[in-house]
């Protein structure tokens, strides 16, 4: 179980660093921008405790928020997708049982499974962040257009992500 | 009580969760409003670190365009100075220099970190109080202009840029000096808008757009961009004037900090003048 919490901890620095030394540079079309870190909270075993499942949102959304000086926007976002994880877990596959042992991904889980779960998570947490960081309802389309714009290409970076580290089961 | 406390302890995943939601309410509400937040003071000097250490590294890849752009402006501070003019009046010897009394003093910075792709985007600069910079001056490149200081730290210091919702320049049309504001619509970090101009106004294409100088914090005459469009909407006094900045946001590395001398006196006459 030890290796288990390593395993985690250094997902969160590379995935924290990866986030705010490179992709935040990325600027596609000036203003769609991918946020590829909450793949920490997508990969939380289904096991970890709920308490621990918001904590680590919270410092999640906590250190990118330091680097980019948008301090609470991202905890907010990282809070509610982790919040409403459990949820979207039920709801994904409500009549199949999970084994323990399985991890949220597409190895143990499928492709279709991966993808509704993740999508419905990140969709939420994006939304949350760009309407927060706008605050006002004004720009409301062109918001949504970000918001969508953003989540496909978040998508597009986990599942690649899935594929470049995909390791069979001994 | 106890019914209490066990209600709590049954629904303490929901709690956890609005308390947390709570905090990070409190922190964007005190971001928003532009209150020194503590934490991104204390923390500013650490991320500067970091992110110095990067920007060290990538500014190699920029190096060639930096000095093109750095050379271009020594020849023309070149030309200004007084070996580059002949004297053609003896009388020009008469003038006593307190006539000239300097306003502006100017620190160059280079750039840490940037951003254009959010609504609000700030930058962080590699100098701070150790090196004079205050809250509140004017942050201008050799093509235009580009922001304000918000906060500064020993070392560093972060940057309002103009490409924000609460960016608010006072700027007019340099051919008839007439006053509007400039102000950024999110999007494209290339174009904003100009506010305030009466239809009355003759405009063309390709006007330019400069500073008014009305506002302590920037100097008059500093370049923001040029007319790229402008429409009048129905029954508006207005026109809705598109511009195109000068500078390329994208690509910024080194700034001048603006320190207006006066302003301390421009101010107290503002305040005194407005308490009567």
């Known amino acids: 179980m030890n290796s288990g919490y390593f395993k985690h901890i250094i997902r969160f620095i590379v995935l924290v660093l990866f986030q705010i030394l490179i992709l935040n540079n990325i600027k596609l079309n000036g203003y769609l921008n991918p946020y590829f870190y909450v793949l920490f909270i997508l990969l939380l075993p289904f096991e970890t405790p709920r308490w ?33 994880r459990p949820y979207v877990i039920r709801f994904v596959a409500s009549k199949q049982d999970y084994e ?17 779960y993740s999508l419905i998570l990140v969709f ?27 989540t496909v290409f978040t998508m597009v970076l986990i599942i690649m992500s899935q594929y470049l580290f995909y390791r069979p089961r001994k | 009580m106890r019914n209490l406390f066990s209600f709590l302890l049954k629904n303490y995943f929901f709690f956890l ?49 930096t000095n093109k752009i750095l050379s271009e402006e020594n020849s023309i501070l070149h030309a200004l100075t007084e070996k580059s003019y002949i004297i053609t009046d003896r009388s020009t010897y008469l003038i006593d220099d307190t006539v000239y009394k300097q306003q502006y003093t100017y620190v160059g910075a280079g750039i840490i970190s940037n951003s254009i792709h959010k609504r609000n985007n700030y930058l962080m600069l590699n100098k701070g109080v150790a090196d ?69 106004v003759k405009l063309t294409m390709g006007d330019t757009i400069i500073t008014s100088g009305f506002s302590h914090i920037f100097p008059e005459g500093i370049m923001i ?46 305040t005194e003048s407005q308490d009567e």
């Open chain 2, 225 to 270: 961009g040029v007319i790229n469009n402008y429409t009048i909407l129905q029954g508006e006094n207005f026109y809705t004037i598109k511009l195109k900045f000068s500078e390329d946001y994208n690509s910024l590395s080194y700034v001048y900090i603006v320190n207006n001398l006066m302003k301390n006196e421009q101010i107290k006459l503002e």
């Open chain 1, 100 to 116: 323990p042992g399985l991890e949220p991904c597409i190895r143990d889980l499928g492709f279709t499974w991966f993808i509704s």
């Open chain 2, 17 to 65: 969760f609005l308390f947390l939601e709570i905090i990070a309410t409190v922190l964007i509400v005190n971001n928003n409003y532009f209150q020194r937040s503590v934490v991104i003071n204390a923390t500013n000097e650490f991320t500067g670190s970091v992110k110095s250490i990067f920007s060290n590294v990538t500014e190699y890849f920029f190096l060639k365009q």
């Open chain 2, 132 to 200: 004079g910079v205050n809250k509140d001056m004017a942050v201008i490149s050799p093509k235009g202009i580009v922001g304000i200081i918000r906060d500064v730290s020993k070392n560093f210091s972060s940057v309002i840029s103009v490409l924000h919702k609460d960016a608010k320049i006072s700027a007019k049309i340099k051919k008839n000096n007439y006053i509007g504001t400039m102000i950024w619509k999110g999007i494209d970090y290339r174009t904003a808008y100009l506010m305030d101009i009466p239809t009355h």
């Open chain 1, 52 to 84: 621990l499942l918001l904590l680590s949102a919270f410092l999640l959304g906590f250190s990118v928020d330091m680097f980019e000086n948008t301090m609470g926007i991202n905890i907010a976002a990282c809070v509610l997708m982790a919040y409403l």
């Open chain 1, 124 to 150: 939420i947490h994006h939304f949350a962040m760009f309407y927060i960081e706008v605050f006002r309802f004004s720009e409301f389309l062109t918001t949504f257009y970000r918001v969508l714009g953003s």
